[in-house]
């Protein structure tokens, strides 16, 4: 999980645009993978009778639901969109489903709470001789949508967060998750690479991926360009992966260089296999399982 804090609402603005349209268009084009690895789990009744519509939809075995609701402000708008996984008495899904919504949602009505959360609220009546205070507005955002649905992960990203009118306060959490289909499992980078690795030469590679959008990386701002470099692209932002390559994802500001929009940095499974280690799940998937 990223926070991040951005001061300006038009640069906000921005990065939630990008966030939802070109930046994030490669990672949207769900790209179907065959690893012969398929989910077995005992079912249960959870949603098991849900009603298909024109916002639901399947890829790659699994089916999702758009849910969306609005509080009509046409300045100040509050609103959700939620493409989520359907259980359909799948109980790693369920679990799937639990740990991408807030805790106090109830996953057999989900369009309930969000019509009950972002209804328009009546304006309070005004008293007399009560001073008129100007009050705070606020926009809010949350989205939760896949990235990429593979045979045995599944990628979902979240965006959740508010930005007041008077540009004091603005707070976005944005998470790129990826899942382990057959246990529900929130997979980590922490053992992906071995102990005895080039870490240098490995950030630069991933940094290089990104020059065109952040230009060539000028250390010469740091005392420690090196060292900033290896903490920057590897203790921050969130990671993804599909059949060929390996991507790191960050947020507006959360990298040197990048000016309110999002950031994708990717290197291919052939040249960084030198430097993974063996016993991690990625390597497995990518050269032992195929």
């Not at 008495?89 to 972002?118: A, F, M, P, S, W």
């Not at 940094?207 to 920057?232: K, M, T, V, W």
């Not at 940095?265 to 960084?272: C, N, P």
């Amino acid at each position: 999980m990223r926070k991040i804090l951005i001061s300006i609402v038009v640069v906000l603005c921005a990065a939630l645009v990008v966030a939802c349209s070109n930046s994030k268009s490669e990672k949207k084009a769900v790209e179907l993978q065959n690893d012969n690895d398929t989910a077995n789990v005992e079912g249960v009744d959870t949603l098991a009778d849900f009603e298909y519509d024109e916002n639901t939809y399947e890829i790659n075995g699994i089916t999702f639901h758009i849910y969306e609701a609005s509080d009509g402000d046409e300045e100040y708008e509050s609103s959700a969109s939620l493409t989520l996984p359907v259980p359909n008495g799948d109980k790693v899904l369920e679990k799937i489903l639990r740990q991408v919504l807030r805790d106090d949602i109830d996953i057999n009505d989900i369009q309930g709470y969000l019509d009950k959360t972002y209804a328009p609220e009546a304006a309070p009546a005004a008293q007399s001789g009560d001073e008129e205070e100007e009050e705070i507005k606020a926009s809010t955002i949350w989205r939760i949508e896949p990235v990429l649905v593979l045979d045995k992960y599944l990628v979902m990203e979240v965006v959740d967060g508010y930005m007041d009118q008077f540009m004091a306060h603005h707070d976005i959490l944005q998470s790129t998750i990826v899942f382990d289909r057959t246990t529900g499992d929130i997979m980590t980078r922490d053992d992906m690479f071995d102990e005895d690795a080039d870490w240098l030469k490995i950030a630069r590679k991933f940094r290089e991926s990104a020059n065109e959008d952040l230009g060539e990386f000028d250390g010469s701002d740091f005392a420690d360009p090196d060292g900033f470099l290896i903490d920057e692209v590897f203790n921050r932002g969130d990671f993804y992966f599909n059949d060929d390559s390996l991507f790191f994802v960050y947020g507006p500001y959360e990298i040197n260089y990048a000016f309110g929009f999002d950031v994708k940095m990717g290197v291919s499974k052939e040249w960084i296999k030198p430097y993974m280690n063996k016993e991690d799940y990625l390597y497995k998937y990518w050269f032992r399982n195929k």
